[in-house]
């Protein structure tokens, strides 16, 4: 899938969540909380992409995720790509084709996701506000790229860089660290994990299961038969998939949200009395 419907994917899958939860768990999270988990899931749903590299020098090429800063986020991919071929080289099996290139390798994986959310939540523990502020402002730039991509492109990077600098500084000054820390990590993992499952209903699949060998490889690649994948940037993906997305992530936020307004003006109309 492209950029915008990985980013798409997340919030829905957050939002439907937070929804469930508060639904069928009385896990209630405040609107702050609801909006904090869902832009770091949407970040979380693209981030995994920025194992495509461009060309740094030339400014050029990069996936839409590593467009977000300008050619600082470019070299990132650059670096993430590189590193994860070193991964796949040095873990591969004979029966593992050799490759030059790392994309849809280590950042595709399981234990990728679990390292993600693990770190995210530790680095903020650790270093509190200032830690909180770094992610915030990274992830919530990966997500405004990716939600309003139409925007990003024509308000360029910096702008987008601007816009999550406000994000991050007024997320950390408001979420309390107790149950926003662990949510910041959670989010972040569930998104890495929507996005493999995004690429393995597409071509070539992804290797989810690294490092279980399988049949002899460690990096088998998992996901549809190629007949039945839905084809990138295609009709099913552009406007059935964004579409289902955009549904979701709306009536969760309706669910969520419009039963407490309807109460604070006393409107209780679900309840008959
Ligand atoms: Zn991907």
Same mark, same amino acid.
Not at 100 to 104: A, I, K, P, V
Not at 216 to 222: P, T
Not at 236 to 242: A, I
């Given at each position: ?6 980013? %798409? ?5 957050w939002?439907a !969540?937070s929804?469930?939860?508060d639904q ?5 999270q405040? @609107?702050?909380e609801v ?9 979380g749903? %693209? ?13 050029? !090429?990069?996936?839409?995720?590593a467009r977000t ?6 070299f990132v991919a650059?670096?993430?790509?590189k590193?994860?071929?070193g991964?796949?080289?040095?873990t591969? $099996? ?5 490759r ?5 390798t ?5 234990p990728?996701c679990a390292l $993600?959310?693990?770190? +995210?939540?530790? %680095?903020?523990d650790?270093? !509190?506000?200032w830690?909180v502020i770094g992610?915030v402002?990274?992830?919530?730039g %990966?997500?405004?790229r ?14 987008? +860089? ?7 500084w ?5 979420? @309390? ?7 910041l ?6 998104g890495?994990?929507?996005h493999?499952l ?5 071509k ?7 490092p279980?060998p ?9 996901g549809?038969?190629?007949s039945?994948a /839905?084809?990138?940037?295609?009709k099913?993906?552009? /406007?059935?998939?964004?579409t289902?997305?955009?549904v ?10 419009? @039963?407490?307004?309807l109460?604070?003006f ?5 309840a008959?009395?």
């Open positions: 899938m492209m950029g915008p419907s990985h980013a %798409l994917s997340g919030a829905a899958a939002l !969540g929804w469930a939860l069928f768990a009385y896990v209630s405040t @609107p702050l909006a904090v988990g869902t832009a770091i899931c949407a970040g749903a %693209l981030l995994p992409d920025l194992d495509m590299s461009g060309k740094v020098t030339r400014n050029q !090429g990069g996936a839409t995720v800063f300008g050619v600082a986020s470019l650059e670096v993430v790509e590193f994860s071929l991964v796949y080289t040095a591969k $099996l004979k029966r593992d084709p050799r030059d290139n790392g994309h849809r280590f950042t595709h994986t399981l990728f $993600l959310a693990w770190g +995210t939540t530790a %680095l903020a650790s270093y !509190g506000y830690a992610i402002f990274f992830m919530s %990966l997500a405004l990716g939600l309003f991509d139409d925007w990003a492109e024509r308000a360029g990077w910096v702008i987008v +860089t601007l816009s999550s600098a406000a994000i991050a007024f997320t950390a000054a408001n979420l @309390p660290s107790d149950r926003g820390y662990p949510l990590g959670l989010a972040a993992g569930v890495c994990f929507v493999i995004g690429d393995m209903i597409t070539n699949g992804v290797p989810i299961l690294w279980i399988i049949r002899r490889r460690m990096w088998m690649m998992i549809i038969p190629n039945m /839905v084809k990138v940037g295609g099913v993906e552009v /406007v059935v998939l964004r289902a997305f955009t979701i992530s709306l009536l969760s936020i309706g669910g969520l949200f419009v @039963p407490g307004v109460e604070r006393n409107l209780d109309v679900w008959s009395k």
